[in-house]
């Protein structure tokens, strides 16, 4: 069913009793051509590359809880492509780039709102290495711009710019294509388009091991609901890859954390920008509802736990009221946490693994909710092919051993 104005109205005339599930929910069968592990953004996402790019449809994606339950569902939406190396700048940006058109892709509005993203620069140092960073943003063809104080008064007039001002701020450094997206659109609108194209979308049943041949070749999973045979197997867990990765016989570099955010009551148009500031580890940005969204440090203590420390709640607040003095007439509505999948050097992993038939997508620790198109559609190149994407070879496992590492940790905005 296509969703527009008019099936809107149509279904306004029905009193709305004519819509149709968004997916299928099928029971699962026992053998797929291939099964990915995790319903979030990017296992979605590469299941629907999948069908679209390569034509396969015999898959599924099986996930123990609901869609976009793990990360996908808890995060705090920016996208942004402002990274500083070459091969992430590209990998960010080509995800930027479809999630501009994904919208009518998936007809399904994942609320993209290219708002401009805000990085607050609170001394010399920042403002020289932000010009450094938009130099070479500039270089790999991509927008960023430093904004002078007075630019940021104008795009952020919430923020305390007055001379007594705790924090403060020289200028800045922006990206204008930047902004939000919907978080479980974005699940939904992949699971919907994918699972038009034939896939299989499985929730509620936990991977619980993995089915291997003499060979020591990956053939299938074992589950809550059986085996399922598999002539590839991908891995998308997120927190929980190295869990995962264990269960298979080999050993990830990824430590899981907790990953906390929180959103205030709403109120009217305050905030039309995200506004990160890496001195406090701080970022926020206003909702379509109104509810300003906080986001900030991780809790740097390996945790499975999706609650977030009292401490790091605590200091990620002071750092808003810093920032922002009228928002202490707030009140904090909700709180919750994430488990993300954190790498050395702050880069993701994509490709091959040492256990054949099983390939992975992991470690975009705090932020791979803006990587998810370029998640999925490289996962998706690996699992049809064997061999990774141009965008995802620099990105492989491999670079553990080979020491080829990229290392994101300040353009990561929350530094880990
Ligand atoms: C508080 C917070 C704020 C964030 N803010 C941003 C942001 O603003 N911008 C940004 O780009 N990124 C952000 N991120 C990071 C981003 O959310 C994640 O990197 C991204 O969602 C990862 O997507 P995923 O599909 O890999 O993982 P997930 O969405 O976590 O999906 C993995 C799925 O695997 C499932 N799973 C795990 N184990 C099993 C098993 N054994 N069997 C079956 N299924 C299993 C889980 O239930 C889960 O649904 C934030 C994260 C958090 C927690």
Not at 119 to 145: C, F, K, Y
Not at 372 to 387: F, K, N, Q, S, Y
């Amino acid at each position: 069913m296509k969703y527009s104005a008019l099936a809107l109205l149509r279904g306004a005339w029905r009193s709305h009793r004519n819509w149709a599930q968004a997916w299928r929910s099928p029971e699962p069968k026992h053998a797929y051509d291939v099964v990915i592990v995790g319903g979030g953004g990017h296992g979605l996402a590469a299941a629907y590359y999948l069908a679209k790019n390569h034509g396969v449809t015999n898959v599924a994606v099986i996930e123990r809880g609901w869609l976009g339950g793990g990360n996908t569902g808890r995060n705090t939406t920016v996208v942004r492509s402002n990274y500083l190396f070459p091969e992430s700048a590209r990998l960010y940006d080509f995800a930027l780039r479809l999630y501009e058109g994904l919208g009518r892709e998936l007809n399904f509005n994942v609320m993209l709102s290219q708002r401009g993203h805000l990085m607050l620069a609170h001394s010399r140092h920042d403002l020289e290495s932000m010009s450094r960073w938009v130099n070479t943003m500039h270089m790999h063809g991509i927008d960023a711009e430093l904004v002078s104080r007075e630019q940021v008064g104008a795009l952020a007039p919430a923020l305390d710019l007055s001379p007594g001002a705790r924090l403060p701020v020289l200028g800045g450094f922006r990206q204008a294509r930047a902004g939000t997206a919907r978080h479980d659109a974005v699940a939904w609108g992949y699971a919907r388009a994918a699972s038009a194209l034939g896939v299989d979308i499985i929730q509620e049943c936990e991977v619980t091991g993995f089915v291997k041949d003499g060979a020591g070749r990956v053939t299938g999973v074992e589950t809550a609901r059986g085996p399922i045979r598999a002539e590839r197997v991908g891995l998308a867990a997120a927190g929980h890859s190295s869990v995962l990765a264990r269960l298979a016989g080999f050993r990830l570099p990824v430590v899981s954390y907790a990953l906390q955010a929180m959103v205030t009551e709403p109120v009217k148009p305050r905030l039309d920008t995200v506004v990160i500031s890496p001195g406090t580890g701080v970022y926020v940005s206003q909702s379509d509802k109104g509810e300003m969204v906080i986001g900030g440090s991780l809790d740097l203590f390996a945790s499975y736990a999706q609650r977030g420390s009292f401490a790091v709640m605590q200091s990620v607040l002071a750092g808003t009221l810093a920032l922002f003095p009228s928002f202490s007439r707030l009140r904090v509505m909700r709180q919750w946490a994430g488990i993300v999948d954190v790498v050395h050097d702050s880069s993701p992993i994509i490709g091959p693994t040492p256990i054949p038939g099983l390939y992975i997508n992991c470690g975009w620790g705090t932020g791979g909710f803006k990587a998810i198109p370029a998640g999925g559609w490289t996962l998706a190149h690996v699992l049809a092919t064997g061999r990774n994407h141009e965008l995802a070879e620099p990105f492989q496992l491999e670079r553990f051993a080979t020491g080829r590492f990229i290392d994101e940790a300040a353009a990561a905005g929350i530094a880990h």
